[in-house]
């Protein structure tokens, strides 16, 4: 499987700024995907990010809020714009990587835990 | 939309099998994958169904039968360390998302 890094690991902000959350793979991936998980929540799906092309976001998730970059196949950023307390979340990025039998299944980083006060 | 049910809570001591169920409610179906999830940790992948039938990964199997839309991840031998939530997650829809389920927090007793 790829191997993940996300930058920041944790995080504080304040209310009001934004925080960019970079998601580095070791290998060339098409579609990187980036989640929330609220405190001792599920896993939400934000959007997906294909390189060249502009992120596809879920229901409940805008681009002005959560703008995401995807330069290149190996690297992608996430922002949390204008935050609030209810920001406040485990942000992962995964990307989908072989099982070795013809399928596929998504792997994640370690997750930035943001905390915004 | 896609919804999935897992029970919220399992507890069980060590040595014993635990199994945990999930069903789910899709369109597109692809496959089921389960992941665990220490606290403080990221999710790690487990196991992933696209067939019917039982999975066996050392100690941890998962099964699926796509015509009841149902699986299960069975644990055995449990563990102290085992003690995590577990999530069950189906592949599903044209862009081949990924939903999860709420997740069951296992709790394994000495």
């Known amino acids: 499987s790829a191997v993940i890094s996300q930058k920041p690991s944790r995080d504080i902000c304040q209310r009001g700024t934004s925080l960019t959350i970079q998601c580095q793979v070791d290998?060339?991936?098409?579609?990187m995907f980036w989640y929330r998980q609220q405190p001792g929540q599920s896993l939400t799906l934000i959007a997906t990010?294909?390189?060249?092309?502009?992120?596809?976001?879920e229901s409940g998730f805008v681009i002005d809020k959560f703008p995401i970059s995807r330069p290149n196949l190996t690297f992608s950023t996430l922002t949390v714009s204008n935050m609030s307390p209810e920001d406040s979340s485990i942000y992962l990025c995964?990307?989908?990587?072989?099982?070795?039998?013809?399928?596929?299944?998504?792997?994640f980083g370690p997750g930035t835990r943001l905390l915004v006060l | 939309g896609q919804s999935l049910e897992q029970p919220s809570e399992v507890t069980a001591v060590e040595g014993a099998i635990v199994q945990i169920n999930c069903t789910y409610q899709?369109?597109?179906?692809?496959?089921l994958s389960w992941y665990q999830q220490h606290d403080g940790g990221a999710p790690t992948f487990l196991s992933y169904?696209?067939?019917?039938g039982l999975e066996e990964t050392g100690r941890f199997s998962s099964f699926l039968s796509r015509s009841d839309s149902y699986g299960y991840l069975l644990l055995q031998e449990l563990q102290m360390k085992d003690s995590a939530s577990y999530f069950c997650?189906?592949?599903?829809?044209?862009?081949?998302?990924?939903?999860f389920g709420s997740g069951t927090q296992l709790t394994v007793l000495p």
């Open positions: 169904n696209a067939l019917d």
């Open positions: 997650a189906v592949y599903s829809g044209s862009a081949r998302q990924l939903t």
């Open positions: 990010a294909n390189q060249g092309s502009e992120a596809t976001y």
């Open positions: 899709t369109s597109g179906f692809y496959g």
């Open positions: 290998s060339q991936v098409t579609m």
């Open positions: 995964s990307v989908e990587g072989s099982l070795g039998t013809g399928e596929e299944t998504q792997y």
